[in-house]
């Protein structure tokens, strides 16, 4: 029975720990200056964000690439009339939308349902938080010149003002480390992350109708790995995305984001023996990753089974310490070299608390599925978590 726990755990850090060092491998993703300037339809869903979105847009305008070689589309869902016409004075096509069931996915569908595809080379989705930089266009363009089907930028924190938002972002900066930069470096397609994303448009269009989830990020990682799609990863182009500020809020981001892996990973598993049939080692790598569950939790669970495994069986406890040390040295070697400071060590000290948050959105898993979970944004809060 120890046997049968410990086999899952060992596959799971030793998952983290080849991509943690596969992150440390020096290596660069350069392309050069393309001469052909693409046509992009940039996507900000936008629920209720009125505090934020106008700020979004204004930032997105700044850019170095030519304004007639891009469109931006806000799909409005419950915002205010004054900010409606705040976006269209600033140039922008407003979506209302009347869909029944709210999500990401019916925002992007509605999108593509309006604009003509033959307008547009390629799209950019972000999210109604994101900021950009001047020249983020220009550098994604030479990716998809240089024939990219499918781009991840890089995202990163844009707010540190609560404990929880700072782990949050070093919690992104992981992810951007295992499952991208690694991944990329190793010769595997990096995974996208929900925004700071960018399509070729049929593909995407084509692909979308098939998608109502909420969860559309991993069903388009779904597809991408169907089709044999190999995701690019843009480490030095960045996207600032807002991290949420309290305990509540990131329980409730993460029980969408829990339902929706454990959704996907049980349609990618019904095609296992394809996978391994058709040598689809990417989809194969996808279905491992999706089986893991929230890094906070194996922190908190390897400790605890090691311990009742030490009460039971003291000669069987060694190797789930051995276990635990090789998972705390590759989150060690994921973490970026920024983040070695004093706050971080602080902050440490309250995983326990994020530990319980996450647990609590397991119990949360079922409206995570089926209902749509919003995780505000510009509110400025005060960190009750010290």
């Known amino acids: 029975m120890e046997t049968l726990i410990f086999i899952p755990f060992l596959v799971w850090v030793m998952y983290f720990f080849v991509f943690s060092v596969g992150y440390r491998v020096p290596k660069k993703l350069l392309f050069a200056r393309s001469p052909i300037q693409h046509r992009f339809l940039i996507i900000f869903p936008a629920y209720k964000e009125d505090a934020v979105i106008v700020d979004s847009i204004q930032s997105f305008l700044r850019q170095d690439y030519p304004k007639d070689l891009y469109e931006i589309v ?6 205010s009339g004054e900010t409606n016409e705040e976006l269209q004075r600033l140039g922008v096509r407003v979506l209302i939308p009347e869909y029944k069931k709210r999500s990401k996915a019916a925002a992007l569908n509605l999108t593509m349902s309006v604009i003509r595809e033959e307008d547009f080379d390629g799209v950019v989705i972000l999210d109604a938080d994101n900021l950009v930089f001047p020249n983020y266009l220009t550098l994604v363009n030479d990716c998809f010149a240089a024939g990219a089907i499918a781009v991840q930028t890089h995202r990163i924190a844009k707010n540190s003002n609560t404990d929880t938002a700072y782990l949050d972002g070093i919690s992104e900066e992981i992810n951007n480390s295992i499952f991208r930069k690694g991944h990329v470096n190793l010769g595997l397609p990096a995974a996208l992350t929900g925004s700071g994303m960018l399509f070729e448009i049929k593909w995407f269009k084509k ?34 995305d807002e991290k949420v500020q309290t305990r509540r809020d990131l329980s409730n981001q993460r029980k969408r984001w829990i339902a929706a892996q454990i959704d996907t990973f049980l349609i990618t598993l019904k095609r296992f023996r394809t996978i391994i049939r058709t ?10 990753q999706w089986s ?95």
């Open 74 to 79: 806000v799909v409005s869902d419950s915002m």
């Open 292 to 386: 893991i569950p929230p890094r906070i939790i194996l922190l908190g669970m390897v400790p605890i089974l090691g311990c009742i495994v030490y009460f039971v069986a003291p000669a069987l406890a060694y190797k789930w310490l051995i276990l635990y040390v090789f998972f705390l040295l590759s989150l060690g070697l994921a973490v970026p070299n920024r983040f070695y400071n004093r706050r971080t060590l602080i902050c440490f000290l309250k995983l326990p608390f994020i530990f319980i948050a996450i647990l609590r959105s397991f119990m949360g898993i079922k409206s995570g599925r089926n209902t749509f979970v919003h995780t505000p944004h510009g509110e400025k809060k005060e960190d009750y978590n010290h």
């Open 207 to 240: 692909t979308m109708a098939k998608i109502s989830s909420m969860g559309e990020d991993k069903e388009l990682e779904y597809y991408l790995l169907l089709d044999k799609i190999f995701t690019v990863y843009l480490e030095n182009v960045y996207v600032l």
């Open 279 to 288: 040598h689809n080692w990417p989809m194969l790598d996808k279905l491992i």
